[in-house]
């Protein structure tokens, strides 16, 4: 069964920086595009960055210049990289992947537990 486990969540001030790192295991063959959402008290869950095989990140308006996603694809990891952090970025960040598990097999959508960021200002 496939496990997403994220880590790198913590408290940060205004203006500071966290890394967040996500690690994929289980019945893998390869893995399309991976994935960071973020749930704020009371909001939905957004898209904050994708990105697809070895290519550059996508970024939702709010976070791009600020956040980098990048992944090692032979060692499925994906990592996101947050800079000049505002308290609105407060939130339950998680990490996704969309895993083939055999060759030509489907994609399937796997989650993260989630991990806390909190931005004081």
């Known amino acids: 069964q496939v496990q997403l486990v994220e880590s790198g969540g913590g408290l940060v001030q205004a203006g500071g920086s966290l890394r967040l790192s996500c690690a994929a295991s289980?019945?893998?063959?390869?893995?399309?595009?991976m994935f960071w959402h973020r749930q704020a008290p009371g909001k939905q869950r957004e898209l904050v960055a994708v990105?697809?095989?070895?290519?550059?990140?996508n970024y939702a308006d709010s976070v791009a210049g600020r956040f980098t996603i990048s992944r090692d694809n032979a060692k499925n990891t994906v990592t996101l990289q947050m800079n000049s952090l505002k308290p609105e970025d407060t939130a339950v960040y998680y990490c996704?992947?969309?895993?083939?598990?055999?060759?030509?097999?489907?994609?399937?959508?796997?989650w993260g537990q989630g991990t806390q960021v909190t931005v004081s200002s």
């Open positions: 289980g019945g893998i063959f390869s893995i399309n595009a």
């Open positions: 996704a992947a969309d895993v083939i598990a055999v060759p030509g097999g489907r994609v399937s959508r796997y």
């Open positions: 990105i697809v095989g070895s290519g550059k990140g």
